[in-house]
Nanobody, 130 residues
Framework: QVQLVESGGGLVQAGGSLRLACAASGRISSSGVMGWFRQAPGKEREFVAA????????HYQDSVKGRFTISRDHAKNTVYLQMNSLKPEDTAVYYC???????????????????????WGQGTQVTVSS
């Protein structure tokens, strides 16, 4: 069984930075892709960023490109999301997710769909004040 635990959320002023971490336990090494999603109050959950098992493929939602960076540390079984130049519209609960399928196509359309991911963390709140 795979468990994902997020940390690093908090309250920050606009323009500030946060780094989220997703610590994984279980057979996460076989996961083809791991991602971050977020959900703001009254809105649907949306894709933020994802990274392949090797780290060679990354995808980002357009609104976070150039500001957010996803990375993966296999030794620590952890995926990170470095968030810079934060904006009030980035306020949401951020969720880590992992796909159980070891074969990853690398396609953005596949990666950005929440249906792809079999395992989810409990979420961590990020609040950006203006």
């Amino acid at each position: 069984q795979v468990q994902l635990v997020e940390s690093g959320g908090g309250l920050v002023q606009a323009g500030g930075s946060l780094r989220l971490a997703c610590a994984a336990s279980g057979r996460i090494s076989s996961s083809g892709v791991m991602g971050w999603f977020r959900q703001a109050p009254g809105k649907e959950r949306e894709f933020v960023a994802a990274i392949s098992r090797s780290g060679g493929i990354t995808h980002y939602q357009d609104s976070v490109k150039g500001r957010f960076t996803i990375s993966r540390d296999h030794a620590k079984n952890t995926v990170y999301l470095q968030m810079n130049s934060l904006k009030p519209e980035d306020t949401a609960v951020y969720y880590c997710a992992a796909d159980s399928n070891p074969y990853y196509s690398g396609l953005y359309s596949y990666t950005a769909s929440s249906r792809v991911y079999d395992y989810w963390g409990q979420g961590t709140q990020v609040t950006v004040s203006s």
